[in-house]
Nanobody, 117 residues
Framework: QVQLVESGGGLVQAGGSLRLSCAASGSIFGVNVMGWYRQAPGKQRELVATITRSGDTDYGDSVKGRFTISRDNAKNTVYLQMNSLKPEDTAVYYC???????????WGRGTQVTVSS
């Protein structure tokens, strides 16, 4: 199994920045893709950003140009730098890991991000 622990959420004013971190532990040798998803109240969980082990990235349309995902393979940690935050970015942000071989994925417990207007 893979354990994912998120940190870095909080309250920020619109236009501000936050950086989320997700530390992975356990059976991480099979993890190919790590990423961030978010879920706002009353809405479905949506893609924020993903990154492969080799560094290929993908972003949701609503965060392109504002958020940057990165990973430190030596530390088994993925980061999400969030700039120019908007009130509509308010959500619980979840870390995700996925094996492209087994398709097994794991989720963290989530961290709350609240952007005030």
């Amino acid at each position: 199994q893979v354990q994912l622990v998120e940190s870095g959420g909080g309250l920020v004013q619109a236009g501000g920045s936050l950086r989320l971190s997700c530390a992975a532990s356990g059976s991480i040798f099979g993890v190919n893709v790590m990423g961030w998803y978010r879920q706002a109240p009353g809405k479905q969980r949506e893609l924020v950003a993903t990154i492969t082990r080799s560094g290929d990235t993908d972003y949701g349309d609503s965060v392109k140009g504002r958020f940057t995902i990165s990973r430190d393979n030596a530390k088994n940690t993925v980061y999400l730098q969030m700039n120019s935050l908007k009130p509509e970015d308010t959500a619980v942000y979840y870390c995700n890991s996925k094996s492209l071989t087994t398709l097994i994925e794991y989720w963290g417990r989530g961290t709350q991000v609240t952007v005030s207007s």
